[in-house]
T-cell receptor, first 111, second 114 residues
C-alpha cells in the first residue's frame, strides 16, 4: 500500500546529540502526525500538525508542517536514553480519514 | 486507564483457524480504525467506523476479514481461515470527528499463525 518516504531509516547517535528526521510524500496532506513506537507496543502520539508552515513543540521535540504540504520534519534536541525507539510520520489527505504512514526511523542512542 | 485497549495482546494460532480481536476505544470517540503492521513497516490502514457504520475498507481487507462495531462502542476484527501471511500486529485507533482530528492507538494484538 501507499507509504510515505521517511528518512533516515536508522540513526545511531551519542546521548546529548540533536536528531533530525523527515518525511516526504508525492501527494498533499492536510494533517501530519508524528508517533513513537516502542517494541511490542502501539504508536504513541508526539506531535500533530494541521496547517502548512506550522511549527509545533512538545518539550524537546519540534515538528514542522512543510510549506508545500508534501513534507514534514521532526527534531529532537539533547537526546536522552528514553528517546530510543522507532519514530513514524503519518499523513492524512483532505477528505480522507485514514492515516498513511512512513516506514519509520529507528533511533539508537549510545550512552 | 482511559486510553484505547485491545485484547488479547498476543495470539498464537494454527493455520486455518479463526481468530477474533477486540478493541475498546476512548469512551467519547466516535471513530474507530483498524490497522495492520508487519515487521519493519509502518501501520497500514484496514478499515474504519464512524459510530456503528463501517465507512471505508482497504483492499488489504480480504473477504476472510470482517470487522464489526455493533453498538458504536467496542469493535471486533475476525480473521477466518488464517494464513501464515496474516501474522502481524493488529492495531486499533480511535478519534473524535472534529476539524483537528487525531488518532490515538491501542497497544495492539500480535498474531502469529503457525
Amino acid at each position: 500500500g501507499q507509504q510515505l518516504n521517511q528518512s533516515p531509516q536508522s540513526m545511531f547517535i551519542q546521548e546529548g546529540e540533536d536528531v533530525s528526521m523527515n518525511c516526504t510524500s508525492s501527494s498533499i496532506f492536510n494533517t501530519w502526525l508524528w508517533y513513537k513506537q516502542d517494541p511490542g507496543e502501539g504508536p504513541v502520539l508526539l506531535i500533530a500538525l494541521y496547517k502548512a508552515g506550522e511549527l509545533t513543540s512538545n518539550g524537546r521535540l519540534t515538528a514542522q508542517f512543510g510549506i508545500t504540504r508534501k513534507d514534514s520534519f521532526l527534531n529532537i534536541s539533547a537526546s536522552i536514553p528514553s528517546d530510543v525507539g522507532i519514530y513514524f510520520c503519518a499523513g492524512r489527505a483532505q477528505g480522507a480519514q485514514k492515516l498513511v504512514f512512513g516506514q519509520g526511523t529507528r533511533l539508537t542512542i549510545n550512552p | 486507564d482511559t486510553g484505547v485497549s485491545q485484547n488479547p495482546r498476543h495470539k498464537i494460532t494454527k493455520r486455518g483457524q479463526n481468530v477474533t480481536f477486540r478493541c475498546d476505544p476512548i469512551s467519547e470517540h466516535n471513530r474507530l480504525y483498524w490497522y495492520r503492521q508487519t515487521l519493519g513497516q509502518g501501520p497500514e490502514f484496514l478499515t474504519y467506523f464512524q459510530n456503528e457504520a463501517q465507512l471505508e475498507k482497504s483492499r488489504l481487507l480480504s473477504d476472510r476479514f470482517s470487522a464489526e462495531r455493533p453498538k458504536g462502542s467496542f469493535s471486533t476484527l475476525e480473521i477466518q481461515r488464517t494464513e501464515q501471511g496474516d501474522s502481524a500486529m493488529y492495531l486499533c485507533a480511535s478519534s473524535l470527528a472534529t476539524g483537528r482530528e487525531t488518532q490515538y492507538f491501542g497497544p495492539g494484538t500480535r498474531l502469529l499463525v503457525l
